[in-house]
């Protein structure tokens, strides 16, 4: 089920994306191009798919969100440019492809970043079937959760915590940050949009949570055992790092352990709504074996 269900939201997804972003000004047309070849190579969509998933989960009819969604797949891939830059992780490949700066530069790859994460609120604001009190609300969300306080402060984390020895516990919080808050803010976004009830929300989030850290131990495992061909990327790139992670902190057996037990504790957030949450169970799964 959660097969058919990730390619149906990734067609509605990425048919719309298809359209978004586009410019009448000559002037713009390299950097309209740039955050397109982005934006347009593919992906797994989580984050809008999470979105537009919960809303279903709440009975609302998702497909009256789509652009939300987008906005959630634009800030993104916003950082996934900037993560890539020479000054970041310097990758040369991702989603399969040369990364933005190996194609257009570093200063027009930065550039698309920077236009992806202002579009976003752009189209937040836009959502004219979300009230607006709910669209403002939408866009505090999502703000918060790709700022200093979320994302870019834990991208900051990470950026300072190269070439050191960080505790687990330190390596959870930097990660709530750089992964988890992306992967929440979807969550906590369809509940507004749904007027979900304080306790669903609660355990919505709390499921949302798990799986943020979940996501990002998967990924770390990937990066020491995964390849190109499936990853789309250069596997190896923590250790050229110096990084700490899950697997350098734990080893691969026992960070695959706490995979599980994280997918165990987002399984039992689920099993407490009141409602069918099947393919968000489905998900989690999947999210423990994905390849890529």
Partial sequence: MIQEALKAKQKLINDRLAVLLKSDRL???????????????GGKR???????TVLDTLGVDSSCCVDAACALECVHTYSLIHDDLPAMDNDDYRRGRLTNHKVYGAGMA?????????????????????PADVRIELIDILARAAGPEGMVGGQAQDMEAEGKHLTLSQLKTLDACKTGCLLAAPVSMACAVAGASLKDRLLLETFAAHLGLLFQITDDLLDEK??????????GQDEK?????FVTILG?????????????LAK??????PFDSTILYELTELMVHRKK
Wanted: aromatic share 10%.
């Fill in 27 to 41: 002037e713009h047309k390299t950097l309209y191009d740039a955050m397109n070849y982005s934006l347009l190579a």
């Fill in 46 to 52: 989580i984050r809008p798919f999470l979105f537009l």
């Fill in 110 to 130: 930065t550039q698309a970043g920077d236009g992806l994460l202002t579009f976003a609120f752009q189209l937040l604001a836009e959502q004219k079937q979300i």
């Fill in 226 to 235: 995964g390849n190109l061909e499936d990853m789309g990327k250069m596997p």
């Fill in 241 to 245: 790092d110096h990084k700490s992670t």
């Fill in 252 to 264: 691969v057996e026992n960070a695959e352990k706490y995979a599980e037990e994280e997918a165990k």
């Fill in 268 to 273: 039992e957030a689920l099993a407490k709504l």
